[in-house]
């Protein structure tokens, strides 16, 4: 990748960039300073105090000593400018006196707000009179008292006497880049270990405001708009006492004061702590989740605390899930540091995966179930060791596989079976930094490690920090031989490519496009989901754009660029914002065909977004579609919110072929496979089983009126399992259609990747006129990280004559 900035760069004290693109070219010569300070530091800024609903009456400035010896404040100060200085401005000083002895911190209160309400803050160690202002200014720590004359950040950069400072919100003098921009109720804090990289924006986090004096006094103003002083000494409780032995805690919604911990692991809006003296209960957990919310954590790994906060029992997203125990509205002490984390516990789930029944309600037994065990865990450090990724990496996340031969795929994945068979050895990791890039099959080799979490998407996952080493598993993309240009075989195939639009970038349309030419082989028929209107989602719900022919355009001449053919296309416009999908996206079903391979589309019009298509009864066995393109039924109550399935009529070298392609609604709104109802409720299953009634009933009349000699083929992306209610209506239990991923091995039944499992969304069915057939799942996408859609295309091929059944596809990678 190109660097950002061709322009050279040079640092300058305290690591303050004179950038020559935006200064005069003199001053990019500032002589190099001193380097950044190893001893007295600012260590917190705030300049809220008695603003209107902040919690603390005074503005402050806290500094603190990261050396080894006492730092003797005689003669320095602290001064304060606004965010962008002006020719007449003045620093304001605030001389400071006293000593600040190794590790300790001292407190410099400022100006007084004029909130009657607000608290005052812990007994200050050197008091000033400096309105400070609350989102965005400049501090500096001084050596001296006489107000600083510099007015720009290579001015200020060049004064020696500057020991250090800190430039928070816009503020144009600073070191590398400015902190965040503070509020009323909130400061900016430097981090852990008190680092001085001479970077503000990356020393500093905007923090709830946590004022300490010299004596060690400190106040921290709470999430929930109060102060408290932390606590000193342990509690009536620890962490098992407020896990308790069920899902649910027995002190939900109580005030626990100093539960002791030491911090495993701290993420932007908290941290886990985990008890050193476990109780011997095997079903309460050791560990717990402090959540602090928009304000990072002032703690490290290893630290021992006490944390005084309210037990609360999160929901991640929706009731449907099981909760999360967490103390909010925190506040902590930190006792001690560098202490040994609890060594993690191998994950070890029963084969179980969990009994029916509403979860909250039910003991938990660790040895019973998968999922009592994971709750017996929740905030514990735990382990898995050299596991397959049964995902690939997506949002620094990877499914792996702690049984190895659970419904293992032949290319490295766990499939899913059945409702009753959801794959009890699948957890998540989550990265805390960055994660490992897999594919589907590679193992992570050694121990991959950290607290266990429960969140909306995955339900419980391992928030880890340490991983496993890759070892490639060695899967490749599948391609499927071409057909010979003179083959009298018909190549249908069905490709969900994922909210494609005009305005994505050519890569996408590039990849998707050698997916079709390469890996697919050119098939003479393609039905598409998810294409998306000319404008995309960019225009927003109001935007009145349905017309699809720039997003096709670009599409097919892709394909064309790939060596693929000159593929037409034929489709229907949606009425705007009906047809579910990507607010404003107007995702809709679309045919392109090969007219090159004799592929001819029969064309008939009156077929438009609201008329439904009807199957006219024509001599003997012969049979025409009213419409061609045409809609089934667009007006029935089971297309609300929902594609409309197109169907076509097609001939290929004198053959009629009639192809439906289809994209019922979403399994959105489905309780989840870890959720706390057991099992889970498919809402979403009601709108497809009316849907797969209504393209069934289309299908019973074109094979009742053509006495049964119509050749059907059905396809796209059904949004249900082969085993689902919705696809033995759809079939009318496989008399009325024929579920082509039947005809695979059950390891093979697979075409998207969900929470670890390898699913069927994705269907071609043939109608009982096509006895012989080739077909296939083509993995492309799902298994990789690096792919095109996040659906697999599948491919089926029909000749004429042959024996039989399904003869499989020649490919040239297995």
Aim: net charge negative; glycine share 12%.
């Amino acid at each position: 990748m190109a660097t950002p900035h061709a322009t050279p760069r040079r640092t300058s004290r305290f690591g303050w960039l004179l950038a020559t693109a935006s200064l005069p070219v003199a001053l990019a010569v500032a002589p190099p300073a001193h380097a950044a300070s190893a001893d007295l530091v600012i260590a917190e800024v705030y300049g809220g105090g008695g603003n209107s609903g902040s919690v603390l009456k005074s503005d402050f400035v806290e500094l603190a000593n990261a050396g080894t010896a006492p730092f003797d404040l005689t003669g320095y100060s602290v001064q304060y400018a606004p965010a962008s200085p002006g020719a007449s401005t003045q620093w304001q000083v605030t001389p400071l006196s006293g000593t600040v002895a190794p590790g300790k911190r001292f407190l410099v209160k400022e100006a007084d707000g004029g909130s009657a309400t607000a608290v005052a803050l812990p007994a200050p160690d050197v008091t000033g009179t400096i309105p400070m202002a609350a989102g965005s200014g400049v501090v500096a720590l001084v050596a001296g008292t006489t107000p600083l004359a510099c007015k720009t950040l290579a001015d200020c950069a060049a004064d020696g006497s500057i020991k250090d400072l800190v430039g928070y919100g816009t503020a144009v003098i600073r070191e590398t880049s400015a902190a965040g921009t503070l509020a009323n109720n909130s400061s900016a804090g430097r981090k852990e270990g008190l680092a001085d990289t001479d970077d503000n924006s990356a020393d500093f986090a905007v923090q709830l405001p946590n004022p300490t004096n010299a004596a060690g006094t400190m106040l921290q103003v709470t999430p929930g708009g109060g102060t408290e002083e932390p606590p000193t000494e342990p509690g009536d409780k620890r962490i098992h006492d407020v896990q308790g032995a069920g899902r649910v805690s027995p002190a939900k919604d109580q005030k626990v004061t100093g539960v002791p911990g030491v911090v495993t692991a701290v993420t932007s809006d908290g941290f886990w702590i985990q008890d050193t003296e476990p109780d011997d209960d095997a079903a309460t957990s050791e560990g717990l989740f402090v959540y602090t919310g928009n304000f990072a954590p002032a703690v490290a790994v290893g630290d021992a605390v006490l944390v005084t906060g309210v037990v609360k029992e999160y929901y991640p997203t929706t009731s449907a899930n099981q909760t999360l125990t967490e103390l909010t509205l925190p506040v902590y002490t930190k006792v001690s540091s560098g202490n040994p984390v609890p060594a993690a516990v191998p994950v070890a789930m029963p084969e179980k995966y969990t009994v029916d029944g509403y979860l909250d309600d039910l003991a938990v037994d660790p040895s019973a179930t998968a999922l009592d065990w994971l709750e017996a865990h929740e905030g514990m450090v735990v382990s898995v060791t050299d596991v397959r990724a049964v995902s690939a990496t997506a949002y620094g996340e990877i499914w792996v596989q702690t049984r190895a031969r659970q419904n293992r795929t032949k290319r490295g994945g766990t499939v899913y079976t059945g409702y009753d068979d959801p794959n009890s050895g699948r957890i998540q990791l989550h990265a805390l930094g960055t994660a490992p890039t897999v594919d589907v099959g590679d193992t992570l080799k050694g121990t991959s490690s950290g607290p266990l979490h429960y969140q909306n998407y995955g339900g419980y996952s391992i928030y880890a920090s340490a991983f496993g080493t890759e070892q490639d598993g060695g899967i490749q993309r599948q391609v499927v031989a071409p057909l010979p240009a003179n083959s009298r075989t018909v190549g249908i195939a069905t490709y969900n490519v994922e909210n494609l639009a005009a305005g994505d970038g050519a890569a996408k349309f590039a990849q998707l496009a050698e997916g079709i030419v390469h890996n697919l082989g050119s098939p003479d028929i393609v039905a598409l989901e998810e294409i998306q209107d000319n404008t995309g989602t960019t225009g927003g719900t109001d935007d009145p754009t349905v017309a699809a022919d720039q997003t096709l355009a670009k599409f097919t001449a892709a394909i064309q660029a790939a060596g693929g053919p000159a593929y037409e296309w034929r489709q229907i416009d949606p009425v705007a914002h009906e047809d579910g999908g990507a607010p404003g996206g107007n995702i809709r079903q679309v045919f392109l065909f090969n007219p090159a391979r004799g592929v001819e589309f029969v064309d008939r019009a009156g077929g438009d977004s609201t008329t439904a298509v009807q199957v006219v009864d024509g001599k003997g066995d012969k049979v025409s579609l009213s419409a061609s393109p045409g809609r089934i039924n667009p007006g029935s109550a089971a297309w609300t919110d929902s594609r409309k399935p197109l169907a076509g009529e097609f001939s290929f070298r004198g053959r009629q072929l009639f192809v439906i392609a289809n994209h019922f609604n979403s399994k959105g709104g489905d309780q989840p496979l870890h959720g706390r109802t057991q099992p889970p409720v498919r809402s979403s299953e009601t709108q497809r089983l009316q849907q797969a009634a209504e393209v069934n009933a289309f299908v019973d009349d074109l094979d009742r009126l053509s006495k049964g000699k119509a050749e059907v083929v059905v396809l796209g992306d059904i949004n249900d399992y082969q085993f689902s209610p919705a696809l033995k209506t759809l079939t009318g239990n496989g008399r009325a259609l024929k579920p082509l991923i039947e005809t695979l091995r059950p390891s093979e039944r697979y075409s998207y990747i969900y929470d670890g499992n390898s699913q069927v969304l994705d269907h071609i069915l043939l109608s009982p006129s096509i006895r012989s057939f080739g077909y296939g799942v083509v993995h492309i996408n799902v298994e990789f990280a690096e792919k095109a859609s996040d659906h697999d295309p599948q491919l089926v091929r029909i000749p004429q004559g042959g024996r039989p059944g399904n003869n499989g596809l020649p490919y040239l990678v297995k």
